[in-house]
């Protein structure tokens, strides 16, 4: 592996610095707090969104083409319900920078998990954003929520207070993975299987389960997935069961790299994990996609990131860099994902483009 000094490549001294926790530290409603996130349907305290302050879903699912203000453009339907001019030009901007045309979608169910143990980086972000631009985009996506933070089903507004069945039943107790799926509200085709503190157990109580590693690639398997494009799974900042899990129910792994110091310490780590599980518990395990996350432009030390990373991944890298950008860190404590709170911000366009190139990417990967 190339090196660059200073970069955090595996082998240099020093220890990473979580940059965000991603959790508040004030109680006020709408910044993640419980009650704020489960008084369902509850419309949160706080400043609207700027451009396009859509649907907040609360529990109940919003019944396929009832969705409120659906638009429908050319290709697949958009679900809106302001109509402000900046809700207007931002739409205008996601219709422009989506081609205006439906995107192709792969001939069977893709999964994608979305792994690495270093905390912070992006992981739930991604899945959450790429799982709101494919559904927007026409696909139909279940997001599986394996981290006891449930940052997921925060953002996606899809309740998961501790005791109601969630992901932890589909692995410890075997219960079937259609029994916890929920419906995003506002989206047509976006579905989601939350993840409750209880989860946090499950790490210690998979450990004497028969086929502890392989109990979600079970429930996967035995879920009807003809009526889905991606699976997209959320893990933990770990390399666990739960990850592991993971990696053993997908043939895609997409691992989300923060263009920042030490970005890449622990990367080799998750690479040999990766090449375990191929060779012992999954052996059609590839990693197929990696996307540079939290660019700050501003700095050398970002593009010098990004360059490594190219240079040592090549072409599955995405092309498309996510940037910093604030209205992605506030959507998910108004329960939305960026698509829906702010359309037309740099990180939403950004994340836009990074699923249309893995939706372009579909042939390819199922060639390899
Ligand atoms: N591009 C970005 N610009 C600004 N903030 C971001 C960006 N991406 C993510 N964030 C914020 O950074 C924090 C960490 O992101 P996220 O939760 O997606 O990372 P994670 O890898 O899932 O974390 P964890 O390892 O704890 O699960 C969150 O507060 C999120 O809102
Ligand atoms: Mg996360």
Redesign the pocket.
Known sequence: MGTAPGLGWPGLPGSPGR?????SDSGSPGLGWPGGVHASGARRAGPPPAADDTQSSGAAPTPPGKGEGTVVMSGPPVEVSSDTPIARAARAAVVARSGGQAWPRPSSCRIITIA?Q???????????NLAACLAMNGARVLVVDL?P?G?ASTAFDVDHHSGMSSIYDVLVDGQPLAGVVRQVGGFRQLYCAPATIDLAGAEIELVPLVARESRLARAVADYDVSNLDYILI????SLGLLTVNALVAAPEVLI?IQCEYYALEGLEQLLRTVELVRSHLNLGLLISTILL???DGRTRLASQVADEVRGHFGELVLNSV?????R?????SYGQSVMTYDPGSS?AL?YLEAAREMAARNTRTAGR
């Open positions: 940059l965000h926790s991603g959790r690495n270093k905390g912070g980086v992006g992981k739930t972000t991604t899945a959450v981290d933070q940052n959320d893990c933990p900042p989300p996350t939290m660019y996510i940037p910093r950008s604030v992605l860190s506030e959507a998910p990180g950004a």
